[in-house]
Each structure stands twice: as C-alpha cells, then as structure tokens.
C-alpha cells in the first residue's frame, strides 16, 4: 500500500475516535469530572502508558538543544488550551454541534497559510473552505437541542480550532527530529502538566466521590485509544500530508460525533443545522480532491 494512502487511513481512523471523543467527553463531564480535571486525568493517564514504550526504545529522555521551546509551545496549543476551550465549549453545547465546529479547522489553517506562509492554494480549496464555514455558521446560528446550544459554547470551540492549527504547524517543526512516539509523549506531559494548575486555581475543589464507573470508562478510552493512539497516528499522518491535506479530515469529526450524539446521547439537530453538517462534510472532499494532485 502507498505510503500516502496509509497515512490517509490512519489520519480518517485518528478523526473517528476523536469524533467519539465528544461523546465520551459529555459523558464524562456528565458524571462527575470538571472540564480542566478531566484533560489533567485524561493526559496524566496517557503520559504514564507512554513513559515505559519511550524508555524500552529510546533508553533515556532527551530533548535536543533548541526543541524544548517548540516542544513546550505544541503542548500548550493541543493539549492546555485546546482542551481547556474544548471542554468547558461542550459543557455548554451538544456533543453533536461541538464535533461539527471543530470542522473549521481546515478553514483556519487555510488563512494561516495564506497570511503567514505565502501559500497560494488552488480555486477549489477555497471553495471547499468556504462551504466549511458556511456549513458552520448555519450549525452554531440555528442551534437547538433543547436549549443545550449556547453562543458561548459556540465561541470556546472556536477559539479551541485556533489553537489546534498553530499545534499542526509547530508540530511540523518537530516531526523530522523526533519519532511519533517521543512528540505523543513529550506534547502529552507537558499539556499536562500546564493542565494541573488550572485544574487547582479555576475550578471548585473537585468531589472525586462524585465520580462514576461509566465517567471513568470514558476517561480511559480518552486516554488509551484518542490520547495515545491517535496522537501516535496523527503524528505519523503529518509527516506524509501537508497541514491542510491532514486538517481536512478533521471533517470526519463531525459524522462520527453527529451520529454518536443521536444514537447514544438522544441528541437532535435542526433541519437547518443538518443542512450545515452535510455541507461542512462535501467541503472534505472538495479540499482533498485538489489537495491530492499538488
């Protein structure tokens, strides 16, 4: 199998169980974790089963003169603030409109690209873009779910999508002198780290007896399979995709997240938000489809 489309299925099977990810997230958040709590004990989790797979292939932990800088800044973007914002949107929004914001990622890495790197994207891409923040304007503007959708909400995830773009671009930097499994470990230990005291200085003292064994299930499987496994995936999947080629599939978020908030959390979406979503996934291969011949 090409090398290419291997990464193309590692990075769509990565955005799927991140897709879930906000139903475990609501979930957990639902069962006694506070946001900033629950991304320290998801990261914390995920560091631990990471040291020992460093330590039995690298010997020791090191970090090359001039990285730690870099290495700190994407920490911070995809682990600290992302998950900061992201949380702390979807207690104030439906699992099922949080995954479909998420999908203007590809939107704001194209302006990045444009404003801070020169980069001249073909007519197509900025079709598809467009069609992204069309499609999210209609989900985050004509939100229902029962009074679940706030603007709020709506703003935190957004700001959650900045932060994810400048963690793709700083996270290029590193992947031609790390190994996938030294950024996981070193973004997911420092993320974690800056996690703890937010956790401590803005939020209530936490009521650990409040805690449920089905809260705890989803803290696994945020640690275990969209922590360490898909961070492994994503950062392989970098190394092959341009940023914007590997933003795009973030798309993929929003109809597992969409879906899983129906089946599972009894969710409903406006007819017009329904509308938005169908238009924010037909952005995905509007951007790929061109993205594939550059």
Same mark, same amino acid.
């Given at each position: 199998m090409h090398r290419e489309t291997k990464a193309c299925l590692k990075i769509s099977f990565v955005n799927i169980l991140w897709g879930l990810s906000f139903i475990a997230s609501k979930t957990a958040l639902a069962n006694g974790f506070s946001p900033f709590w629950l991304a320290f004990v998801r990261f914390a989790i995920a560091t631990a089963l990471l040291l020992p797979l460093l330590k039995q292939r690298k010997g020791r932990l090191r970090l090359e003169k001039g990285s730690f800088w870099r290495m700190l800044c994407s920490g911070l973007l995809g682990i600290t603030l992302y998950f900061a914002f992201e949380h702390n949107g979807l207690a104030r929004t439906s699992a099922s409109t949080a995954s479909l914001i998420i999908a203007a990622i590809p939107a704001f890495t194209l302006l990045y690209g444009v404003l801070f790197k020169r980069q001249r994207p073909p007519l197509l891409s900025y079709l598809g873009v467009g069609a992204s923040l069309l499609g999210v304007f209609l989900i985050v503007f004509f %939100?229902?779910?029962? %009074?679940?959708?706030?603007?709020?909400?709506?703003?935190?995830?957004? #700001?959650? #999508?900045? #932060?994810?773009? %400048?963690y793709m671009q700083v996270t290029e930097t590193l992947t031609g002198q790390y190994t996938s499994l030294e950024i996981t470990f070193w973004q997911s230990l420092l993320g974690a780290a800056a996690l703890l005291p937010c956790a401590l200085g803005l939020e209530e003292r936490m009521d650990w007896s409040a805690t449920t064994p089905l809260g705890w299930a989803m803290v696994l499987y945020l640690a275990i399979l969209c922590s360490v496994v898909a961070y492994l995936l994503y950062v392989d999947a970098v190394r092959e995709l341009k940023p914007l080629r590997t933003a795009i599939f973030i798309n993929l978020n929003p109809l597992a997240g969409v879906l899983g908030g129906v089946l599972l959390l009894g969710?409903?979406?406006?007819p017009v938000q329904l509308l938005g979503g169908l238009i924010v996934l037909v952005s995905i291969f509007l951007v790929n489809r061109r993205a594939g011949r550059g």
């Open positions: %939100g229902s779910n029962e %009074g679940q959708d706030t603007l709020a909400g709506s703003l935190l995830l957004i #700001c959650a #999508c900045l #932060c994810w773009v %400048g969710e409903r979406l406006s």
